[in-house]
Antibody
Framework: EVQLVESGGGLVKPGGSLRLSCTGS????????MGWVRQAPGKGLEWVGR??????????DYAAPVKGRFTISRDDSKNTIYLQMSSLQTEDTAVYYC??????WGQGTLVTVSS | DIVMTQTPLSLPVTLGQPASISCRSS???????????LSWLQHRPGQPPRLLIY???HRFSGVPDRFSGTGAGTDFTLKISRVEAEDVGVYYC?????????FGGGTKVEIK
């Protein structure tokens, strides 16, 4: 059974950094396209970024609002992907979900950016 | 970016009655490989998003057959043949055809 478990959310001040983790089970993370989507309070779903499978080059892509501030990486030994967020702004406050293709989704982790 | 426009914003439905949600894309979603990649996701309160339909009309594993998807090109529809209480939530269309992937604004399904 495919499962995704996120962790790492919390409260951070504007300008700060945070790293989210998404650990997969039931599949091999390096063989999949995985990514992050967020939902700000009262808003819809917004795509954040993705990392391609190793066989497809393992490259990353980002949405314009986070490009240059967020970085997605992968640790194959831990079957985990990460979302490193820096220069956080209040507009980044959201529940962050990781996904495996668009087939499976994690439960989400809340990131609150506030002074 | 491809803009995905969903209607209606809110959809009150009587239990057991059908429901229909429309999604229109600003550009054709036909990929160079000939497939059309349009998905529907269900987002129930307190739950993660759940894939219902992929490639316009293919139900994902475990999705009840009361959910169906139709459409082509730029116009797509999600239908629920008989709404059940557990169907309450927000439904999103999504296109991964062209970078970046984009979502519709969501349709909130609620019981009258």
């Amino acid at each position: 059974e495919v499962q995704l478990v996120e962790s790492g959310g919390g409260l951070v001040k504007p300008g700060g950094s945070l790293r989210l983790s998404c650990t997969g089970s039931g599949f091999t993370v390096s063989n999949a396209w995985m990514g992050w989507v967020r939902q700000a309070p009262g808003k819809g779903l917004e795509w954040v970024g993705r990392i391609k499978s190793k066989i497809d080059g393992g490259t990353t892509d980002y949405a314009a609002p986070v490009k240059g501030r967020f970085t997605i990486s992968r640790d194959d030994s831990k079957n985990t992907i990460y979302l490193q967020m820096s220069s956080l702004q209040t507009e980044d406050t959201a529940v962050y979900y990781c996904y495996y293709y668009s087939d499976y989704w994690g439960q989400g982790t809340l990131v609150t950016v506030s002074s | 970016d491809i803009v995905m426009t969903q209607t209606p914003l809110s959809l009150p439905v009587t239990l057991g009655q059908p429901a229909s949600i429309s999604c229109r894309s600003s550009q054709s979603l036909v990929h160079s490989d000939g497939n059309t990649y349009l998905s529907w996701l269900q987002h129930r309160p307190g739950q993660p998003p759940r894939l219902l339909i992929y490639r316009i009309s293919h139900r994902f594993s475990g999705v009840p057959d009361r959910f169906s998807g139709t459409g082509a090109g730029t116009d797509f529809t999600l239908k629920i043949s008989r709404v059940e209480a557990e169907d309450v939530g927000v439904y999103y269309c999504m296109q991964p055809t062209q970078f970046p992937p984009t979502f519709g604004g969501g349709t909130k399904v609620e019981i009258k």
